[in-house]
């Protein structure tokens, strides 16, 4: 292969950088032309690329966010979108493709790559932890650490003034960044996606906790399916009159900041792996990790990841404050 594109796409997730700086840093390695598209597929469609040097990528591993950009572009999902796509790569004389992101940014490669029949390589990005075939995804480490050191803060105030609070976090679909933080913060009450909520449960709960006059914290998962915390405020409180319930989005602050040594780590292994695979002449799959081991996976087995959240649970169920 004698040039490689790469992009992000969707979501920005820390560590997205570190990935960037490795394949361009090791397609220089074998000789091979690193080219980034800004944006995402938007920025393919509009033609927006240029050729990286090492200089580009210096002091970058430690930034959040992408340097070159992402967006979300429905146009891309469209034939005459995608056949714009395929101008511009075949302009810039592209052998080779890596895209960084989720499901829908592989879907994307996936239709791009049977039309155009060039090779891709998908690199997981998202806080979610959401993606089929692989044990982690870049970024969500740091959104975890970001999440628990958040919630620490929290309790602090819940403490002092004998307040509940529902923290709300990413997940709309999966509920790892919740259950993880719940773990990770000590946290017995958490609602995820993948869990009927019992809202006459969560009251008892909650009541529970304030007898002993103990800071009331409850991770709620966006997608949760009793709602998200703002509806889920509304249905405890006609039980618990009297009680001071606050609420915290964490919001976007959950992507930001400096990636974790893991995820740094983790971006950088990630992206060399994808340019070997790619001057290997292999196509169609995924960068994965598992089992501490990076690997291949499938792209046309790539989707949302349904997780089975029982052990975990049952962790949390079990170091529970009986005496309370």
Same mark, same amino acid.
């Given at each position: ?33 690193? *080219? ?10 509009? %033609? ?14 430690? +930034? ?11 146009? *891309? ?11 511009? +790569? ?5 052998? !080779?493709? =890596?895209?960084?992101?989720?499901? #829908?940014? *592989?879907? %994307? ?15 997981? !990005?998202? =806080? ?10 870049? #970024? ?73 006059? &103990? ?34 989005? +964490? ?15 983790? %971006?950088?292994?990630? %992206? ?32 949302? +990841? ?5 052990? &975990? ?10 005496? &309370?």
């Amino acid at each position: 292969m004698k040039k490689i594109a790469f992009l992000t796409s969707g979501g920005d997730a820390p560590g997205m950088n570190a990935a960037i700086r490795s394949i361009v840093q090791t397609c220089l390695h074998f000789n091979c032309i690193p *080219f980034a598209i800004y944006d995402g597929y938007q920025g393919m469609l509009e %033609g927006r690329g240029r050729i990286m040097e090492s200089k580009d990528v210096e002091n970058c591993i430690q +930034l959040g966010g992408t340097i070159i950009g992402t967006a979300r572009c429905k146009e *891309f999902m469209t034939l005459e979108g995608r056949g714009k796509a395929i101008e511009f +790569l075949r302009k810039e004389e592209i052998d !080779g493709l =890596i895209v960084i992101g989720g499901d #829908g940014t *592989f879907a %994307g490669a996936m239709l791009l790559g049977k039309e155009m029949n060039i090779p891709i390589i998908g690199i997981p !990005g998202t =806080i979610d932890n959401d993606i089929k075939g692989t044990d982690y995804t870049i #970024g969500f480490d740091t959104a975890l650490n970001t999440v628990v050191a958040s919630i620490d803060k929290i309790r602090d105030t819940a403490s002092s003034h004998h307040r509940v609070f529902l923290v709300e976090v990413m997940g709309k679909d999966a509920g790892s960044l919740a259950i993880d933080s719940a773990l990770g913060s000590a946290i017995e009450t958490v609602l995820i996606p993948e869990e009927q909520t019992d809202i006459l449960k969560l009251v008892q709960q909650i009541k529970s906790n304030r007898e002993n006059i &103990k800071a009331t914290i409850v991770i709620v998962a966006e997608g949760d399916d009793a709602g998200n915390s703002s509806i889920i405020i509304e249905k405890v409180k006609p039980y618990l009159e009297g009680v001071d319930i606050k609420q915290t989005i +964490l919001g976007h602050i959950q992507r930001g900041g400096s990636p974790s040594a893991f995820d740094r780590i983790l %971006g950088t292994s990630m %992206g060399n792996f994808a340019v070997n695979e790619l001057i290997a002449g292999n196509t169609n799959k995924m960068v994965s990790i598992k089992n501490n081991k990076v690997c291949l996976h499938d792209l046309n087995n790539i989707g949302k +990841l349904s997780q089975d959240f029982n052990q &975990k649970l049952r962790i949390i169920e079990e170091l529970v404050d009986l005496s &309370k």
